[in-house]
């Protein structure tokens, strides 16, 4: 054997060895993974528009936004374009929206459809508790029973002594609700926590007696868990808290919050505020994004992980609309779904899913101030309270009040124009009664006198720019002007009582006025005025009344019975007396069917805002606030002055 052959063997045994030792910097392990993201889906199984041109499993035939059938497709599209894991996530208030909540607790129509759509894990919302615990531990026993997501909540708190949380504290020990998952794709371990947010859990009455824990503490727990225990190589929050993206360079929200406060957590899947975010969001190294909500639109994230760091590699936020080829499958679920809110929930009622309420020529949309859906959904308020307590005192309702942020979606108009009941209910589709416990918020009546409901208005005009537009009150039967200049809390310069088939006067709104005025809501805004005062420094304190003026102390006797025939209350909701108004509407076109009336076409200068800096505009009818806040300007310049000298 020559020396040269030994020196080859020798070379050819530690080969590997060396080729290993140059491609070290390539071994080390790193992987691909795709996160599919939706959020605030809150039951829109159906496309948004006209239900009646939503075809989902033909492209390119209509303009509805959505349906899950969609979202399906293209969660199918994404999984055959990767070869490597993907997983499926679902920020919170996947429920409450459209009607198919209405057989949420005893059909989980929207966990199933997720399920069969390819979910892998959904957060709660705030919204998934208005059913109340009970009926969210409903909702979450069925999906278990015939197919569901597992369902992610960190920072829930139960009751140790209000049994009203005991079904939902038995689901969640049951392991229907876990408060976090670890999960392999591409060969990574993956750890999934939820969060609910401060806001969103401010957001969640019927959530009581149930808490939510500190978001930031409870996320760094879990990330110090996951990481230290569980071993992770990628730690994902589905945080239901927000994201303001108004001011790009300044974002804000719970979930920018988290990502400064909390160390570790590598993407941030958002919602709660129904933000779209065309690109991530980066925090100090965290990844941050939210898809809108309602469907219309899905989060694809392609991340590159390599020694537990994650690298973003592409995104793209997808429009879910007729580009988009849906799922038979899920399709077929949804139409079965139909059939049975037809045979259980309207029947009864003489509806139909599809059924054409109305026709109309334009859009009725939301706005903050004067709207035209927001004028709807008020007149109708009056309209049907009237309907069923006029008989009683003769009384007509002087004024309707409804939070903005109760009212759902727009109602379009389409192609065609078909307003059905589905999409009349996504108008006005929240809450649950305070007698029945059945889906839907009742309307109550009430009375206020004129300073009241000048308070009421001050809501708008004051604490909606600060809280946002979900405070906006939407009116009926008054007008008002306002100067957003003015002294906060006395910003409502003028208000004429009224409509258009009585005329309209001045109201006057000087405290030695006691006359009391009828007014009308459903019980969530009505709840909602009455608290309001203790978030103002009771200067806008409001106190619902009965004819006499006695304050009511418990709303559920104001409620409006809907059929004074029958014993007992049966809840006027507000969905329904909804519908039976649009379905009042005349034909004025001559082709059998009613058609909303042209006055809805264009605001109806109802909240007109008049911004200026003239001093008979900053003082008219001014109030004690104005006045208060005078006195002490003058007070503090008169003290300036005499130290200047």
Request: aromatic residues 8%.
């Amino acid at each position: 054997m020559t020396i040269a052959s030994s020196a080859v063997r020798r070379f050819h045994r530690f080969l590997p060895c060396l080729i290993a030792m140059a491609l070290w910097p390539c071994l080390a392990f790193s992987a691909s993974i795709t996160i599919v993201h939706t959020n605030d889906i809150h039951s829109h199984l159906q496309g948004l528009g006209p239900e009646t041109e939503y075809h989902p499993l033909v492209k390119g035939t209509d303009t509805t936004k959505g349906g899950m059938a969609r979202i399906a497709g293209i969660i199918r599209d994404v999984k055959r374009s990767r070869p490597h894991g993907v997983l499926v996530l679902d920020a919170g208030d996947f429920s409450m929206g459209t009607l198919f909540h209405m057989l949420a607790r005893e059909e989980a129509f929207e966990l199933r459809a997720m399920q069969a759509s390819g979910y892998d894990v959904v957060a709660l919302g705030n919204h998934d508790f208005d059913l109340k615990p009970d009926g969210l531990a409903s909702m979450v026993r069925t999906g278990a029973e015939k197919g569901m997501p597992s369902v992610v909540c960190s920072n829930i708190e139960f009751s140790a002594a209000d049994k009203r949380d005991a079904s939902l504290k038995q689901a969640f020990a049951d392991g229907l609700i876990k408060p976090y998952l670890v999960l392999e794709r591409s060969g990574l371990k993956i750890g999934v926590f939820a969060l609910m947010g401060r806001h969103a859990a401010e957001d969640a009455p019927f959530a009581r007696p149930v808490r939510f824990g500190d978001p930031f503490k409870t996320a760094q727990s879990m990330v110090n868990m996951l990481k230290s225990d569980e071993k992770v190589d990628l730690v994902i929050c589905l945080s239901h808290g927000g994201l303001d993206l108004d001011d790009p360079q300044q974002p804000r929200g719970d979930d920018v919050e988290l990502a400064k406060r909390v160390t570790g957590i590598d993407v941030i899947i958002g919602g709660h505020t129904h933000t779209k975010s065309l690109k991530p969001l980066q925090v100090r190294g965290t990844l941050i994004v939210q898809a809108g909500a309602y469907g219309t639109h899905v989060g694809v994230m392609d991340l590159a992980v390599e020694g537990r760091k994650a690298t973003l590699l592409r995104y793209e936020m997808v429009p879910v609309d007729a580009d988009i080829e849906g799922d038979p499958a899920v399709q077929i679920m949804v139409d079965q779904a139909i059939a049975q809110v037809d045979r259980l929930v309207l029947a009864d009622k003489g509806l139909s899913y599809y059924k054409v309420m109305a026709r109309s020529r334009f859009d009725l949309v939301l706005g903050a101030t004067d709207s035209n859906l927001g004028n709807i959904v008020t007149d109708a308020v009056r309209w049907s309270i009237d309907r069923a307590e006029r008989e009683k005192n003769g009384r007509r309702t002087d004024v309707a009040f409804e939070s903005l942020g109760l009212i759902g979606d727009d109602v379009m108009k389409g192609m065609h124009g078909k307003i059905t009941v589905a999409d009349c209910f996504r108008a006005v589709p929240w809450g649950i009664g305070m007698r029945d416990e059945d889906p839907g918020y009742p309307l109550v009546s009430f009375y206020l006198d004129a300073l009241e409901i000048k308070k009421t208005l001050e809501v708008l005009t004051s604490v909606a720019p600060i809280k946002g537009n979900d405070y906006a009150i939407q009116v009926s039967g008054l007008k008002f002007r306002y100067n957003p200049n003015r002294v906060i809390f006395d910003r409502v310069m003028d208000i004429r009582i009224g409509d258009d088939e009585r005329g309209y006067k001045t109201l006057d709104t000087d405290p030695s006025n006691t006359t009391l005025y009828k007014i009308g809501a459903n019980i969530y805004t009505t709840s909602f005025l009455m608290l309001i005062g203790n978030y103002t420094y009771h200067i806008l304190d409001i106190v619902p009344k009965d004819s006499k003026g006695n304050p009511i102390a418990d709303l559920r006797e104001a409620i409006v019975d809907a059929d004074r025939a029958r014993p007992g209350v049966q809840e006027l909701k507000q969905w329904e007396g909804f519908l039976a108004y649009v379905a009042s509407f005349k034909d004025t076109d001559g082709d059998g069917q009613g058609d909303v009336p042209i006055i809805y076409r264009y605001p109806q200068g109802r909240a007109v805002e008049i911004s200026s800096w003239n001093p008979a505009m900053l003082f008219k009818n001014a109030a004690k606030p104005t006045w208060v806040f005078t006195g002490v300007g003058a007070f503090v310049l008169a003290g300036i002055l005499i130290l200047a000298l």
